[in-house]
């Protein structure tokens, strides 16, 4: 039996090892680009019947028209974020899947080793042992012992980021429009919690609400020395507005795993070029600013988990079956779609 042709867009190795290991066990053969997905590129999906994506591609119209033409008809991202991609357009054309949890404790345990990094320094310190110097001044650093910690988001990831803030002792208040229920969370509006925290984790999707929800306005009603961590979608954050606050000194620091503007940037080499960005080259320039490029998932455990999703996914379509993993506009902006997880979108 001849298996199903699957595009795979924007491939890196950390990728293959599992689905390669994976795909054996599936009807499918995976056809791999270094590609991204685009409107130009989508044409690489000839003969194809599906297509893997992943959040940072350019699902708009133009790829979708042009994915549809080629005969593909669903599209399986390798990622729990979708802000990428043009559901209504989609609508009618071309079913979208996701990988809705694939590692919570990865992003969590990282978002803490982010906080504790910058918190005390230790990139630093490596950075001078590495070089024999073995002189400590300018390493001090803060307990998170008995402070207070602001959790925006409390689904999967940032309950299990609550649960680990609590084992350092840290005092947890919470913000998010839909309360999970029976917990002891103690919930507060967003205003209470940026006046109350004296750190700010993010982990909420990036919706039209929560587009820049860390801004000027904001970050004036933190506290002076606050510290912000994001480790879930980088528009959450105007970075223009970060830029100025640090170096005004109203925040104290920044752990950042994404970025406003990362798609053209974030999982390539650009070591040997001068970055046209001037926002990030002046965050990146800053000693109480970390970044990293979006690794937060990066563990065994979730490449194996997103592996495995999107190829079950994929089966679904294929066989026929319910689709659990299924999103279209009317899921994400009216929440009217008619298949509960249950029937198909359309």
Same mark, same amino acid.
């Given at each position: 039996m001849e298996k199903i042709k699957i595009a795979f867009f924007d491939a890196k190795p950390y990728d293959k090892i599992w689905f390669d290991k994976l795909v054996e066990n599936y009807p499918f053969r995976l056809k791999y680009y270094e590609n991204r997905l685009e409107g130009d590129t989508a044409v690489l999906a000839r003969g194809c019947s599906g297509a893997i994506a992943f959040v940072n591609d350019t699902i708009d119209a133009a790829a979708i028209d042009a994915l549809y033409n080629e005969g593909v008809r669903v599209i399986a991202m390798r990622s729990a974020g979708y802000n990428n991609i043009d559901f209504k357009h989609a609508f009618g054309k071309v079913h979208v899947l996701r990988v809705p949890a694939y590692s919570p404790n990865?992003?969590?345990?990282?978002?803490?080793?982010?906080? $504790?990094?910058?918190?005390?320094?230790?990139?630093?310190?490596?950075?001078?042992?590495? *070089?024999?110097?073995?002189?400590?001044?300018?390493?001090?650093?803060?307990?998170?012992? #008995?402070?207070?910690?602001?959790?925006?988001?409390?689904?999967?990831?940032?309950?299990?980021?609550?649960?680990?803030?609590?084992?350092?002792?840290?005092?947890?208040?919470?913000? *998010? !429009?839909? %309360?999970?229920?029976?917990?002891?969370?103690?919930?507060?509006?967003?205003?209470?919690?940026?006046?109350?925290?004296?750190?700010?984790?993010?982990?909420? %999707?990036?919706?039209?609400?929560?587009?820049?929800?860390?801004?000027?306005?904001?970050?004036?009603?933190?506290?002076?020395?606050?510290?912000?961590?994001?480790?879930?979608?980088?528009?959450?954050?105007?970075? #223009?507005?970060? $830029?100025?606050?640090?170096?005004?000194?109203?925040?104290?620091?920044?752990?950042?795993?994404?970025?406003?503007?990362?798609?053209?940037?974030?999982?390539?080499?650009?070591?040997?070029?001068?970055?046209?960005?001037?926002?990030?080259?002046?965050?990146?320039?800053? !000693?109480?600013?970390?970044?990293?490029?979006?690794?937060?998932?990066?563990?065994?455990?979730?490449?194996?988990?997103?592996?495995?999703?999107?190829?079950d996914n994929l089966k679904a379509f294929f066989d026929g079956a319910p689709l659990a993993n299924e999103i279209c506009y009317r899921c994400v902006k009216e929440g009217t779609c008619r298949k509960d997880h249950v029937a198909r979108c359309f």
């Open positions: 990865a992003v969590a345990e990282y978002a803490i080793a982010l906080l $504790l990094m910058l918190i005390r320094k230790t990139h630093r310190a490596y950075g001078r042992t590495r *070089d024999h110097n073995f002189n400590i001044n300018g390493l001090q650093g803060i307990n998170l012992y #008995g402070r207070t910690i602001g959790i925006v988001g409390t689904g999967k990831i940032g309950r299990i980021f609550i649960d680990i803030c609590k084992g350092f002792g840290m005092e947890v208040v919470a913000y *998010d !429009p839909f %309360p999970a229920k029976d917990t002891d969370i103690r919930y507060v509006t967003f205003e209470e919690l940026c006046r109350i925290s004296d750190i700010i984790s993010l982990h909420c %999707p990036l919706t039209k609400e929560t587009h820049h929800i860390v801004n000027k306005k904001s970050i004036a009603d933190m506290k002076d020395g606050a510290i912000l961590v994001n480790t879930s979608r980088g528009a959450l954050i105007d970075s #223009g507005d970060l $830029l100025a606050a640090l170096k005004s000194k109203k925040l104290q620091g920044a752990a950042l795993d994404v970025y406003e503007e990362e798609t053209d940037l974030f999982f390539e080499d650009f070591s040997g070029t001068i970055i046209d960005d001037d926002t990030l080259t002046m965050l990146l320039s800053l !000693p109480n600013v970390l970044i990293t490029s979006h690794q937060a998932f990066l563990t065994d455990e979730a490449l194996q988990n997103i592996a495995e999703t999107t190829l």
